[in-house]
């Protein structure tokens, strides 16, 4: 039960300087942790009861000055903490953090911005407008398109998609914003067999279930096959239709051939959404930009700036071809917001309503690599990931099963005993995978790819350098040979 309230918590009434001392705390605990990157085991080394118990610290009454609430998480958190932010681990596609990127990200938290409207944070809507129109350029996408900065690319498929639902629907005469999705026409999704998971949750967001959805075959590069594509079109002849394709497939880091599907799709009136959330860079480079020709030509696009850009987590980018198909899938007016006349509304393009002012980290990452430093960080991750998968895979006991053409290679570990099976393997390949990983000179994982399991190689990181490269095939051999 409440008390009477005559005397204020002491940790409400400290006023006086409390930002100083803390915020020198942080940043040198930070500096402290990232000065260890390179020495420190990149997998963790505390385990889930070691964490709850050190972090599952009662819940106070009178709480706990702020000093050493900062010195005990990050005390606690020791070893929890996985390594992605350095230059060894090739696990998933993360990728790491610039120095450039982490400190707008800072001053983005210590500004606090609500980056809702212009009205709540005009610095941040006009760096959205140059940040948006920046990624365009470097991306090459149509210079009309709007966009939207979002939480990651799974939000930025939720994005595109929308806007997809509502165009298709609206040429099909169907009014969605009246009458919702109930008695209208049934849209088909016609989607890579390798699709990411983030799109078929996007597409359940979206009402549109599992038996709208027809799974397009896959070469064995995973690209979606021309024929696959041009079969399930006929079958759809009439309803609304949208095609999902990806640049980067999160095994071989493949791209679908964009210059042969999207006419073939615009020839039936589909809609063409891609997935391209670490691929789609690959126009940033002018050596391998030939992977993603003809991209530009679909009607949305969602990528990651967390991923291979290398900003702090939190930051995906959706594109649109059809500014008013997005916008009207987005918008929101409501009489207690301040809408401007002319400047950049966020609302009227992001799935949120309060959110992070994302921009800043952005912005400030652009700036500083410029167009020849994204085009370098791009190529430099392919060429480690080439490098990593060629000699990895030539070690006794591995086999290279794809060399990387962008940033991704897969290799596995057979099972040598005779007439060892596909579970052999893969219980071989994974025992494999858990040495290299405790070892803490590297860090990859596993996952299915055409039926068997497989070890990724995946290169994201601005940090990862030729040294780290020798540094992890030396301790893969360590653990094979
Ligand atoms: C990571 C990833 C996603 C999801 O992106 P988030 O930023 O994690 O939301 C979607 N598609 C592909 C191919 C990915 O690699």
Redo the contacts with the bound molecule.
């Keep these: 039960m409440a008390t009477t309230n005559e005397s204020i918590p002491e940790v409400l009434s400290a006023t006086t300087e409390p930002y100083e001392d803390l915020l020198r705390q942080a940043c040198e605990t930070a500096l402290a942790f990232l000065a260890k990157l390179d020495s420190a085991s990149v997998a963790t080394t505390a385990d889930l009861s070691t964490l709850r118990a050190r972090l599952g610290r009662p819940l106070s009454d009178e709480g706990v000055a702020a000093d050493q609430v900062i010195a005990e998480l990050a005390a606690d958190a020791e070893g929890g903490i996985i390594g992605s932010a350095g230059g060894r681990f090739f696990g998933w ?1 993360i990728g790491g953090s610039f120095p450039a990127a982490l400190a707008a990200d800072w001053l983005t938290s210590a500004w606090d911005q609500n980056g809702a409207v212009y009205a709540t944070s005009p610095a941040e809507a006009v760096v959205e407008e140059v940040v948006g129109a920046w990624l365009k350029e470097i991306l090459g996408l149509p210079g009309h398109a709007s966009y939207a900065l979002v ?5 930025a ?1 939720v994005t595109c998609l929308a806007a997809a639902r509502y165009a298709v629907l609206t040429r099909h005469g169907w009014d969605l914003d009246e009458k919702g999705l109930s008695g209208g026409p049934e849209i088909r999704i016609l989607a890579s067999d390798q699709k ?1 998971g ?2 078929a949750r996007a597409l359940r967001l979206l009402g549109i279930g599992r038996s709208q959805i027809v799974d397009l075959e896959t070469d064995a590069m995973s690209r979606v096959i021309p024929e696959a594509l041009e079969d399930a079109l006929q079958g759809t002849t009439g309803a609304p239709a949208i095609v999902v394709l ?1 640049a ?3 095994n071989t880091g493949a791209c679908d051939p964009f210059e042969v599907l999207i006419p073939l799709a615009k020839q039936h009136g589909a809609w063409v959404h891609v ?1 391209g ?3 789609l860079w690959a126009a940033a480079s002018r050596k391998l930009r030939h992977l993603v020709r003809g991209v530009e030509g679909a009607d949305s696009w ?1 990528t ?1 700036g ?2 291979w850009l290398n900003v702090p987590h939190d930051c ?1 980018y959706a594109f649109v071809a059809h500014p008013e198909s997005h916008r009207a899938a987005m918008s929101q007016q409501s009489s207690y917001v301040s809408y401007s006349g002319d400047a950049r509304d966020e609302m009227e393009w992001n799935p949120e309503w309060s959110r992070r002012a994302r921009g800043f980290a952005t912005y400030a990452t652009l700036r500083h690599l410029g167009r020849a430093g994204v085009s370098a960080l791009v190529e430099r991750c392919c060429a480690h990931a080439k490098t990593l998968g060629e000699r990895i895979g030539a070690l006794p006991g591995a086999e290279l099963l794809c060399g990387a053409t962008l940033n991704q290679a897969v290799v596995r570990f057979p099972d040598p005993k005779p007439g060892a099976t596909e579970a052999d393997h893969a219980k071989r390949t994974d025992a494999v995978i858990a040495a290299i990983n405790a070892t803490g000179e590297a860090y990859f994982t596993a996952s299915m790819w055409k039926g068997r399991r497989v070890m990724r190689i995946s290169v994201s990181s601005w940090q990862t350098s030729e040294q780290d490269v020798e540094r992890v095939v030396r301790a893969v051999e360590g653990v094979t040979g």
């Design positions: 596609v939480s990651g690319c799974q939000m498929h990411h983030s799109v990806q980067g497939d999160i997935d959330a670490f691929g969602a990651d967390h991923k995906g």
